[in-house]
């Protein structure tokens, strides 16, 4: 088990990320950015890759002995000393060996794999060094023969293809077989016998290149792929009994998917959630594992191999026969912390399985004795002489139909092994020669080194993808003055795939030396730098084209003469530069975490919304997407972080519905499916209930939401307001009619004349504190609606309180009325009452359609893009509302009412001292002044005034004297001090009072 941490990208650095992981020795310390929490795993080998490393003048990525890490720092050459070797000792040995490589999208999983450029990954350098040790072998002398034979398949959405074949694949892809004793494999797989290290070399580029074909004429995302490499190491020699023998040691590099970002919304809630299965294999693998590691752990787990075709080809390599080697890579930065917390666990997880390998060596002729027998008896049972064989695992307990479905897999690959087997015989006869000749025959394909010099002369188109593995391997060359591009239908020059281009796209155009492109008819989709491209365009070195949604290029001039500082451009800066010409913030610099999600979604669904329109086109799906960015307030949620929804239309019914990212992202997937499928002449629409365009319009539809503050709440005091409910998009959709009333613990409402307020919150403390709710109507709502309710949380709730949904009318009357009581109020609720709201959203289901208006999705959707000259967007600001305006109105109606409260009081006083002034009185009892300061009522106030003038001037002279001199700073004399007027309690019906106003109680005041 090794551990790996990739430097940061571009935008990391730009952003000022922090570094969340750590390593010492062997061992990975992660903190979360949160809390600064260190968890630890230990693991073989911890490799730090992060920083300390300077790249050298031929681009190797060295360590930098003047930097402070530049002694932890690890390149290719040690993370070889320590994987590679090994991975070479097992194959002169004969021990089967898996490598595989897991971590988040962009985490350095090829970069240790298969490595970029000079910085070769474990894989060249493996191949490398076993022909050098072959070479080696050969020139002292030795007999042994060496055979090795190279593979190289992907597994995208659990379909398995060949990627040393250039032909579009199959459908369904290639069947995943089991043999009794090699286990499970892929069947029709070539694999072709290799001589050199630079026949690799051409091998895994065809590979990529095959692999970048696909990706990018399906629109597949690649990072959801995973690719094994494989490699058979045969060594044939006479062994000590005189007898031929053959070892062989099966390799497999194995770079994983990406593993997804764990959303944080979490559940989709679409229905088609299930056939998306973007990726099952990877989520399989992790089953797999955990299962293993129980089994390690001495549980008898069952282990789920067959649920997916990853799992079933490593199935040798993870519980079989095969010394197995991980390697976890992440990204060092805070904004990655849940997934690299995931990794590591994966990780710590996969630790624990234990693997038995053994050598696998044979007399040549025993393996050739085997072959036959296992022929004679498949020939047997498919004769239906022998019963047939059913191959499952001891703890597999399947079902009659599962065993039946089996057992016609089963007679299939018999079928299929008994060709293979008897190929395999015919292939023992011939020597590695004769195979290396026929494979060299039917391989063709221009070599990497005729391409890369062509490159140096010609100016050419290069492919931009997503995954910078792929950047660079379809290479368009622009051979002569006028090359013209289009679809497969047509017979342009170059002839690309995907939505939304037609049979004559553009014209790319040379004029001494100049470059030009233009469309060839009008309203094409064709960007150039981001920006549509209208009519003819200079083309420069590294201009960014997008023809149609999907097909993303780089025009490269090698004679241009500023070739020769200009930067490398990625995938990355293409679609970057797309969001921000759509008006999205996306620049990099000091974002917070949160931003800097926000911008990665923006960054990667505008092209996805762009793509998802332009196959609606195609396929006439009357439904348009436009990317939205909504806060967690527009989504009708107290806390959370801005994020990108999607905004679907229906063009012709008018309905609309708001798809979170992960919704979108599943539909969009099976939208390129349906696409595909489109394309190649295949069966393509669905039924409603399994078209990812459809939506039912009585799905509940979210229309606003509103942000009750329950800061009066805090001073007990009432609110009456009607505010503004928005929606998604941050407008003013209707006004809500809400009162929050404090009230008793049965819910007896205080008015004003109760005067229950409070001066401060804390003086809620320990008390119980209850209100009423009352949401009694919205006013104004959208017409579209019918069945709306209003649902809401208080506190720590997670049951919604819902209202009856009212039917047809914008001005629904719910009167909800609801009583909350809290016992005991502590300092966290009574901050949730001072600093926080009740966040009430209204739901409600869109009418029926009226009459449908007969569209043409492409014009519709086209015309308004074109229109703006830019891409969807329904908005491109959150602040499109001033989320704290209603607290601040709020605020002040509370501040209204205490503040009249207050005024009433002072009013009352001020009466007192008029009358005592007017009767002449000298003194008026703490008692009175209490009552008419508490008065709940104006009239209970005017009874108390009435007894100033009636009281009879309370205490004695002594008394008097003292506090005369305490209050107007008379000599006092000594005098003993008497009994205090009386130590009275406030009459008020709000205990806190009394408490506050107990240390004046023995007090009476001087007039
Ligand atoms: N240790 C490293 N040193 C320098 N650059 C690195 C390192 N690790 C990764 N990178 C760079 O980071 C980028 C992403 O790495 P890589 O392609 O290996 O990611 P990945 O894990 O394979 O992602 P995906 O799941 O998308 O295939 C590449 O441009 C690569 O050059
Ligand atoms: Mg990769």
Not at 252 to 257: G, Y
Not at 451 to 472: A, R, V
Request: glycine share 6%; proline share 3%.
């Amino acid at each position: 088990m090794f551990f790996l941490n990739s430097p940061y990208n571009r935008r990391e650095r730009e952003r000022n990320a922090k570094c969340i992981i750590d390593m010492k020795g062997p061992t990975t310390i992660i903190t979360d950015p949160s809390d600064n929490d260190e968890k630890k795993f230990a693991f073989d080998y911890s490799y730090w890759s992060h920083d300390g490393s300077k790249e050298q003048a031929d681009g190797y990525y060295g360590p930098d002995p003047s930097h402070p890490n530049g002694k932890k720092f690890c390149d290719q050459k040690r993370v070889f000393e320590d994987i590679g070797v090994g991975i070479l000792k097992n194959a002169w040995e004969g021990y089967n060996t898996t490598l595989f490589a897991y971590g988040q999208t962009g985490s350095g999983k090829s970069w240790s794999i298969v490595g970029y450029g000079i910085n070769k990954g474990v894989v060249p350098m493996f191949c490398e060094q076993i022909f050098k040790g072959i070479d080696e072998k050969k020139k002292a002398g030795e007999k042994t023969e060496f055979e090795i034979m190279f593979s190289m398949l992907e597994i995208y959405n659990e379909q398995v293809r060949d990627l040393l074949d250039s032909k579009p694949p199959k459908r369904g892809g290639l069947k995943v077989r089991q043999h009794p004793k090699k286990g499970f494999y892929a069947d029709g797989l070539q694999i072709t016998p290799v001589s050199s290290y630079s026949e690799i070399e051409d091998k895994m580029e065809e590979g990529t290149t095959n692999r970048t074909v696909a990706s990018t004429n399906m629109n597949a995302t690649s990072s959801r792929a995973h690719t094994i490499v494989g490699m058979t190491f045969i060594q044939k020699f006479i062994n000590a009994a005189g007898e031929e023998t053959t070892k062989s040691a099966l390799i497999n590099l194995v770079d994983l998917a990406g593993s997804e970002r764990a959303d944080s919304t979490g559940a989709t809630g679409d229905r088609l959630k299930e056939g998306a299965a973007i990726n099952q294999s990877l989520s399989c693998l992790g089953n797999v594992i955990s299962a293993l590691a129980d089994r390690s752990n001495g549980k008898n787990t069952r282990v789920p191999f067959r649920d997916s075709c990853l799992t079933k080809l490593l199935k040798n390599a993870l519980g079989g026969n095969s010394k197995t080697i991980m390697i976890a890579a992440v990204s060092p930065a805070d904004i990655n912390y849940d997934e690299s917390l995931s990794t590591l666990r994966y990780a710590d997880r996969a630790k624990q399985i234990k693997t038995t390998a053994s050598v696998n060596e044979d007399p040549t002729e025993k393996l050739i004795r085997e072959l036959q027998e296992e022929n004679e008896k498949l020939k047997a049972m498919l004769g239906g002489n022998v019963k047939m064989e059913v191959m499952k695992d001891d703890d597999e307990d399947l079902s009659d139909e599962e065993l039946a479905k089996l057992k016609q897999e089963m007679e299939e690959e018999y079928k299929s092994r008994l060709e293979t087997n008897a190929k395999e015989m015919e292939e023992m006869h011939k020597t590695f020669e004769e195979r290396l000749a026929e494979a060299h025959k039917h391989g063709g394909g221009q070599h990497l080194a005729e391409i890369l010099e062509k490159k140096k002369k010609m100016p050419y188109l290069s492919n931009l993808n997503m995954d910078p593995q792929l950047s660079g391997h379809i290479v368009l060359f622009i051979e002569k003055p006028e090359v013209t591009i289009g679809n497969s239908k047509g017979s342009c020059d170059i002839m690309l795939k995907g939505p939304s281009i037609v049979e004559n796209h553009a014209i790319i155009r040379e004029d001494k030396g100049a470059f030009s492109i233009e469309p060839s008819e009008a309203n094409v989709r064709l960007m150039r730098n981001g920006k549509l491209v209208t009519n003819k365009t200079e083309l420069k070195y590294n201009d960014r084209l997008i023809f149609g949604t999907t097909q993303y290029f780089v025009f490269i001039n090698p004679k241009d003469k500023s070739a020769k500082d200009a930067p490398t451009v990625n995938f990355e800066m293409a679609q970057e530069e797309i969001a921000k010409k759509s008006g999205f913030d996306v620049t990099s610099e000091n974002k917070t975490r949160d931003e800097a999600l926000l911008k990665e979604d923006i960054v990667e669904l505008m092209p996805a919304v762009e793509e998802c329109n332009s196959i609606s086109e195609e396929l006439d799906k009357k439904m348009k997407f436009e990317l939205m960015v909504v806060s967690a307030e527009a989504r009708g949620e107290l806390k959370g972080r801005t994020e990108v929804m999607v905004r679907v239309v229906n063009l012709e019914t008018k309905h609309e519905w708001i798809w979170p990212r992960e919704k979108f992202m599943n539909r969009k997937f099976l939208m390129q499916e349906m696409y595909q499928n489109f394309l190649e002449g295949e069966e393509w629409d669905l039924p409603k209930e399994r078209d990812p365009f459809s939506e039912d319009y009585e799905a509940e539809f979210h229309i606003g939401s509103v942000k009750i503050w329950l800061q009066s709440l805090a001073y007990h005091i009432e609110i009456k307001e009607q505010l503004d409910i928005t929606d998604f998009k941050g407008q003013e959709v209707g006004l809500l009619n809400v009162e929050l009333i404090p009230c008793d613990k049965k819910g007896k409402e205080y008015t004003e004349k109760d005067d229950v307020f409070v001066n401060s919150p804390d003086e809620l403390k320990g008390k119980d504190v209850n209100f009423v709710v009352k949401i009694l109507s919205a006013r104004g709502l959208p017409s579209q609606f019918t069945d709306i309710y209003l649902k809401y949380l208080v506190y720590h709730e997670d049951k919604y309180t819902c209202s009856n949904p009212i039917k047809n009318t914008i001005n629904p009357d719910w009167n909800h009325k609801r009583v909350v009581n809290f016992t005991k109020a502590d300092d966290e609720l009574l901050k949730y009452l001072s600093e926080s709201a009740i966040m009430v959203q209204i739901w409600g289901k869109q009418k029926p359609p009226k009459t449908k208006k007969s569209i043409n999705t492409k014009q519709a959707i086209l015309s308004d893009a074109l229109r703006k000259g830019q891409t969807s967007a329904a908005n491109t600001n959150t602040k499109v509302f001033d989320s704290d305006k209603v607290k601040y109105m709020m605020k002040v109606a509370m501040l209204e009412k205490r503040q009249q409260q207050m005024q009433n009081k002072i009013d009352a006083l001020n009466r007192m001292l008029e009358l005592a002034d007017q009767h002449s009185k000298k003194k008026i009892s703490t008692q009175l002044i209490k009552n008419i300061y508490h008065a709940p009522t104006h009239d209970q106030a005017e009874k108390c005034l009435k007894l100033v003038e009636k009281e009879k001037d309370v205490g004695n002279d002594e008394d008097d004297t003292e506090f005369e001199a305490a209050v107007l700073g008379k000599d006092q004399p000594d005098r003993k001090r008497g009994k205090s007027g009386n130590s009275s309690r406030s009459s008020s019906s709000m205990s806190s009072r009394s408490g506050r106003n107990s240390k004046s109680s023995s007090f009476c005041v001087v007039l």
